[in-house]
């Protein structure tokens, strides 16, 4: 075999050095560029970079994984496990932690009313061992606004700190100052409210019933896919605007459903012109008329924590301060939050709910930690 040529086999070796260095060049650059283009990927909500759209399950091991109670035994008496069936809840964010905001369309078997809801549980119901046998409180928080395709609590993230409700209760809960929600985040309206059109979260005659949606259906949707609270004491509502009278409402119309609420900037009666020709039932959802039977009954005790901003509404206010004067007291407990220069907006409200929630958190239940 005739020898190569001097100096062959050194410069071979430099082409495959030099090779494998520019391999592992422009691997470290596509790595580089990965990891910066994976959070504007994510944001943009681009798969793979994204789970939103994937399925979530909020079972705990050992806490009744099957959606019907499963083998687990509640933490004590107060405890209602998960009754079933699941619902299909798909991702629609994933918060810092790696807690879940999830969506659900929900057919309403009570109502007749078809919708989206959002929930979230807090990682205390998912991660926690002393929880997976416990009943959790929950919070119903509903939109002002048209509030027909959207809950701006669920899906938006408010001021330049970017608060949002979920991170708000994880927060406050770890300072001692608020119960471990879980959240269920409905739809408002079956439409939009253009035209001035509105449906006063209430069950018109001859419209679709959001009163049976908002207090029946969504907590059974609750019910059958968490561990919750059986009694009153675990449930609750917040709402802004609309929302706001929607929450106060409820809570006054089924005191043995709901304990508390936090009515942000609220309508105190309601005014929907889709009321024409149906005074007798419009005044079944007056939250001054539904006051004052509570009161003639002498409970059970209720607890409404309003909160507005001073540059809101004259009229808005003055109907606040009159209802509170007037119907807050005996088994109507009423506690008012101003809010200096504080204007009509999410944002406004959700800065500054920290004392209302913790207010309405010590009226409530739960959870208990398993032995």
Not at 173 to 185: C, V
Not at 221 to 231: D, G, H, V, W, Y
Request: glycine fraction near 12%; hydrophobic fraction near 30%; aromatic fraction near 10%.
């Amino acid at each position: 075999m005739t020898n190569p040529p001097a100096g062959m086999y050194e410069s071979t070796g430099r082409r495959r050095a030099s090779r494998a260095r520019g391999w592992l060049i422009g691997a470290a650059c596509v790595t580089t560029l990965g990891l910066i283009a994976w959070p504007v990927m994510s944001h943009y909500e681009i798969p793979p970079f994204s789970d939103k759209g994937n399925p979530v399950s909020y079972d705990q091991a050992g806490g009744g994984g099957d959606g019907k109670g499963g083998n687990a035994k509640p933490a004590d008496s107060r405890t209602l496990m998960p009754t079933g069936p699941k619902a299909d809840f798909k991702n629609q964010k994933t918060l810092s932690d790696g807690s879940q905001v999830s969506v659900v369309t929900l057919d309403g078997p009570k109502s007749g009313f078809k919708g989206k809801v959002w929930v979230w549980a807090p990682k205390e119901y998912t991660e926690d061992p002393k929880f997976r046998e416990s009943g959790f409180p929950v919070m119903i928080a509903l939109p002002g606004g048209p509030g027909n395709d959207s809950n701006y609590w669920a899906l938006g993230e408010f001021g330049k700190d970017k608060l949002s409700l979920e991170k708000s209760i994880s927060k406050w809960y770890q300072e001692g100052k608020s119960k471990p929600f879980l959240l269920a985040m409905p739809i408002l309206n079956p439409g939009p409210d253009d035209k001035g059109i509105y449906w006063d979260a209430s069950d018109i005659p001859g419209q679709q019933k959001m009163g049976t949606w908002l207090t029946e259906d969504v907590p059974d949707l609750m019910k059958a896919n968490f561990r919750t609270i059986k009694s009153r004491d675990g449930w609750a509502y917040m709402g802004s605007s609309t929302g706001g009278f929607a929450s106060l409402k409820s809570v006054l119309k089924h005191p043995d459903k709901f304990k508390a609420a936090v009515a942000n900037g609220p309508d105190i009666v309601p005014d929907s012109p889709l009321w024409k020709g149906h005074e007798k039932e419009k005044q079944e959802n007056n939250p001054e008329v539904l006051a004052k039977q509570l009161a003639a009954t002498k409970g059970p005790d209720v607890y409404i924590a309003f909160q507005y901003g001073t540059k809101e509404n004259k009229t808005m206010i003055k109907g606040v301060k009159d209802f509170m004067s007037t119907y807050g007291k005996g088994p109507v407990h009423t506690k008012l939050w101003e809010i200096p220069g504080g204007t009509h907006n999410g944002a406004t409200y959700l800065s500054n709910m920290e004392a209302p929630v913790q207010w309405i958190s010590e009226q409530l239940e739960g959870p208990t930690p398993s032995s």
